[in-house]
């Protein structure tokens, strides 16, 4: 499985950007899949994850109510739509899936449990 995320860039506070993660080889849809970032001097953490089967979520207290996950089985892709944007956002995001994970099962907030990931694309939040 290779995953390709994008839609990173440069926005001010209070925007919006849409991330995407696309996956090729064995298809992702039968797994659980997730959005981490890590800021500079940071250790990677969990922004959201959304099950195989029914788009269960997922969401860090952190980023509820301002970022959506979704995903669209039949391109093979998982979104980020991340609102009301701050500095504090800042971060490389990466996708993930985890091959554990499939049907209704919850999607875990762990890094530990996925298998894949994606190179990382860059969100910078200016105040």
């Known amino acids: 499985v290779q995953l390709q995320a994008s839609g990173g860039g440069l926005v001010q506070a209070g925007g919006s950007l849409r991330l995407s993660c696309a996956a090729s080889g064995r298809t992702a849809t039968r797994y659980a899949m997730g959005w981490f970032r890590q800021a500079p001097g940071k250790e990677r953490e969990f922004v959201a994850a959304i099950s195989a089967i029914s788009s269960i979520a997922r969401y860090a207290e952190s980023v509820k109510a301002r970022f959506t996950i979704s995903r669209e089985n039949v391109k093979n892709t998982v979104y980020l739509q991340m609102n009301n944007l701050s500095p504090e956002d800042t971060a490389v995001y990466y996708c993930?899936?985890?091959?554990?994970?499939?049907?209704?099962?919850?999607?875990?907030?762990?890094?530990?449990?996925?298998?894949?990931w994606g190179q990382g694309t860059q969100v910078t939040v200016s105040s």
């Open positions: 993930a899936i985890d091959q554990a994970s499939t049907g209704f099962a919850l999607p875990p907030t762990r890094a530990g449990p996925y298998d894949y």
